[in-house]
């Protein structure tokens, strides 16, 4: 480790912790409905889709209505993508005639998409065309990412409101996201990154000489409008099979910076415009504090891990950290970070290969999705699933001193705990039965490129990615087959809406209560006490579940190769 | 309920199909004009033309041999730099087969005269398969060679190393690097 790459970590840290709250006032104007005022110019265009859609922006709609609404548009745009993919060789914009995608490719592409997972099976420039990056990828980015604020805004109100009926519009949450934030945000964005080398151009490859006489084709396309959203939205599906390792995703140590930045930047906003909605912004910094201590955690254990090296190769004359995997101009420590922050942020852009990271290193990623991808988490998703853990520590904390659970204002009773419970459940369910069937079944086992624990861990990571939406992979995996793609596209599916669902009802539940006034009874969510629970309830009630997989891949992995055991 | 879904068909589909045409064709599409015409080269792939032949990217690696050359790290892209094809080994750290291609490496290294410990990136995959760069230390070690096979004064390739360092924000955003083929490009001036 090195005093430079802990002045990044630090100081990556506390530029976040200055946006935050400029960031979360943008987001609470526009979960009241307001326009940012340099923006206001794109009303009409607002008030022209509506009228299009043949919606009323204003018109209130109940939790049921809200979440059958936005389940129609999900099921109804993966549709969209899926015919474009499986129609990709008859379409337009496809110069070096890509075949149209397969059956279950397609619906793993769609379902990826759809529910901001953004796992990818293929390699994006060697199987779709610059059309389906464009038309049949990059609205998803968009809108999967303005789903979930959606949804945070949804939940917001029912803290928020007293004795309501609604939890707001689903149709104008996600206009309204999509063109006064992601878009504005995305142009900018994405100028910034082609001046600074990534390509945007509708041409697909070009075919150059090399000093020795080579021939090198190398792949082009609107790579930089793709790559801002990715980011932004954190969706993490890279125009290259290398993601953010890619020159072309990611020329240097500053877009670098940049894009690590801007996965967690809305992140970082929504619990400060929670705050402000309940009336209390002291609320929204005790999550982020909560966050904060966990990625700290999260970063120096995979630092660490990752700058020791790996022994087997110090055996053979190696000098320093783990570059297997690595870019030279990232280095170790951020690239440490940078798997963190892709991991606690359901993004799964990845600047590394997480599969050559140490066992220690590697581990990390792993329990950072299993805790919910809370740790900030994705745009929305992670204040929701936050928010189901709050439910729970204030229920745990009312057990033990024999009074009934207040949250922000909120009486928090059976119906809701068992909902959060529900929804918690999800991920263990999909994780680890997915991960148990494809031990057992010889299309699951002819999966991993790595063999003994280390194999074991490609398997685990794989259903962790999927259920908890990130997309990141241990990528020796080859997931291109039928068996991974159908059972990783349920775990999408599942991991996505199964949570979402139970999230809108307890919105629903919340708003039609009415406030209760804080008492001397009431026990105070904002202290450093509230932050010890609230990070206690994560790592235990999200955490320990995994325990026994955990051990029986990369702690495994750690300790044979500590005893010099090779695969 | 069944009224609640009944009524949310027509915008999911009519809404669906504004916001893929907006942020699936208008933005690409926008982006697109005006990187092509404000930043043609960024935008084009940062393309080097030496004599009106394309010679390369300067951000993508390529594969060198000839003992005159600095060369790049390993890649696991396709059959070697392969920028259709970019790719990590996805070997984890316990695997035999990165034990084994990393002692290959080695013993060609130590076979070429090379002692003393090696910079780690010199012999291990890169995540794309297309990193452009070496470590500075990396680099360094390969001078003697290199100044050997085109018969000039060490230290004027040194100094071409030396001059070739970037350190974008000393350190602190990434590490220290040297840009494999502008250097590269460097050596044949000199020859010429």
Not at chain 1, 179 to 193: F, G, I, Q, T
Not at chain 1, 458 to 479: H, K, Q, R, V
Not at chain 2, 162 to 169: K, S
């Amino acid at each position: 480790m090195t005093w430079q790459g802990w002045a990044l970590i630090l100081g990556f840290t506390a530029v976040l912790g200055l946006l935050a709250r400029p960031m979360g006032l943008w987001l609470f104007a526009l979960a009241e409905g307001q326009a940012p005022a340099g923006l206001r110019w794109l009303a009409p265009l607002e008030r022209g889709l509506y009228r299009v859609a043949g919606v009323d922006p204003a018109a209130e709609m109940g939790w049921r209505r809200y979440a059958l609404h936005l389940l129609a548009f999900q099921l109804v745009t993966a549709l969209f993508t899926y015919l474009i993919l499986r129609a990709q060789g008859l379409l337009p914009m496809n110069p070096l005639g890509r075949a149209g995608v397969g059956a279950d490719g397609a619906f793993n592409i769609a379902v990826s998409f759809v529910s901001n997972t953004n796992w990818q099976w293929y390699g994006g420039e060697g199987t779709l065309s610059n059309l389906s990056q464009m038309l049949a990828l990059t609205p998803h980015n968009f809108l999967s990412a303005a789903t979930g604020m959606a949804i945070a805004f949804a939940l917001i109100r029912g803290f928020a409101r007293t004795s309501a009926g609604g939890v707001g519009n689903f149709w104008a949450d996600l206009t309204r996201v999509t063109l006064y934030l992601l878009l504005p945000v995305s142009l900018v964005y994405a100028l910034y990154l082609v001046a600074s080398g990534v390509p945007q151009t509708f041409d697909a490859q070009v075919v150059v000489t090399t000093l020795e006489g080579a021939t090198q084709n190398i792949a082009l396309g609107p790579v930089a409008s793709q790559e801002a959203i990715k980011m932004l939205g954190t969706n993490g599906g890279g125009f290259y099979n290398a993601n953010s390792g890619h020159p072309f995703e990611n020329p240097t140590a500053i877009t670098n910076l940049v894009q690590m930045l801007s996965i967690f930047l809305i992140g970082v906003g929504l619990p400060i415009a929670f705050g402000r909605a309940v009336g209390d912004e002291r609320q929204g910094w005790a999550i982020l504090a909560v966050m904060g201590a966990l990625f700290l955690t999260a970063v120096g254990v995979t630092y660490w891990a990752e700058a020791a090296g790996n022994p087997v190769l110090h055996g053979l004359g190696l000098a320093g950290g783990n570059m297997e995997g690595k870019e030279v101009r990232f280095g170790i420590a951020a690239s440490a970070l940078f798997a963190v922050v892709t991991t606690a942020a359901s993004c799964g852009a990845v600047n590394a290969m997480h599969d050559s990271f140490t066992a220690l290193g590697g581990l990390v990623p792993i329990v950072n999705m299993e805790l919910g991808e809370v740790i900030v988490g994705g745009v929305g998703a992670g204040l929701y699933g936050m928010l189901l853990f709050a439910l729970l520590g204030v229920f745990i904390a009312g057990l033990m001193v024999g009074r009934s659970p207040e949250y922000v204002g909120k009486k928090i009773e059976a119906r809701e705990v068992k909902l959060a419970v529900l929804a918690i459940a999800v991920l263990p369910l999909m994780i680890l039965g997915g991960t148990a069937l494809a031990s057992v079944l010889p299309a699951g086992l002819a999966g991993p490129l790595n063999k003994g624990p280390h194999g074991f861990s490609e398997i685990l990571y794989a259903f962790t990615s999927a259920a908890a939406n990130n997309g990141s992979a241990f990528a020796g995996l080859t997931a291109g087959t039928p068996f991974y793609n159908g059972l990783l596209g349920v775990a999408m599916w599942v991991g996505r809406f199964f949570i979402i669902v139970p999230v809108l009802a307890i919105a629903g539940s919340l708003a039609a209560k009415r406030q209760v006034p804080a008492g001397p009874g009431s026990f105070p969510t904002t202290g450093p006490l509230w932050v010890g629970l609230l990070a206690g309830v994560v790592l235990i009630l999200g955490g320990l579940t995994f325990l026994p997989a955990l051990v029986l891949g990369p702690v495994a992995d750690h300790v044979a190769i500590a005893a010099g055991a090779l695969f | 309920m069944l009224h609640d879904l009944a009524s949310a068909w027509r915008p999911a589909v009519t809404l669906g199909v504004a916001m893929f045409a907006i942020t699936g064709l208008a933005y690409p599409a926008l982006v697109t004009g005006v990187a092509q015409t404000v930043l043609p080269y960024q935008a084009g792939g940062s393309l080097i033309v030496d004599g009106g032949r394309v010679v390369g990217s300067a951000l993508i690696g390529q594969g060198f041999t000839r003992a005159g050359y600095f060369h790049g790290r390993p890649s696991a892209a396709g059959s070697g730099h392969d920028a259709m094809a970019s790719a990590g080994s996805n070997l984890g750290p316990g695997a035999q087969a990165l034990h084994d291609r990393v002692q290959a490496s080695v013993a060609a290294l130590q076979a070429g005269g090379e002692t003393g410990p090696i910079a780690a990136d010199r012999v291990t995959a890169s995540a794309s398969g297309l990193d452009p760069h070496l470590s500075p230390a990396a680099a360094l070690a390969q001078v003697p060679r290199i100044a050997g096979a085109r018969g000039l004064p060490e230290p004027r390739v040194q100094a071409l190393v030396d001059a070739a360092i970037e350190n974008p924000c000393l350190g602190i955003a990434g590490d220290p690097v040297v840009n494999v083929l502008a250097l590269n490009r460097e050596l044949d001036k000199l020859k010429g």
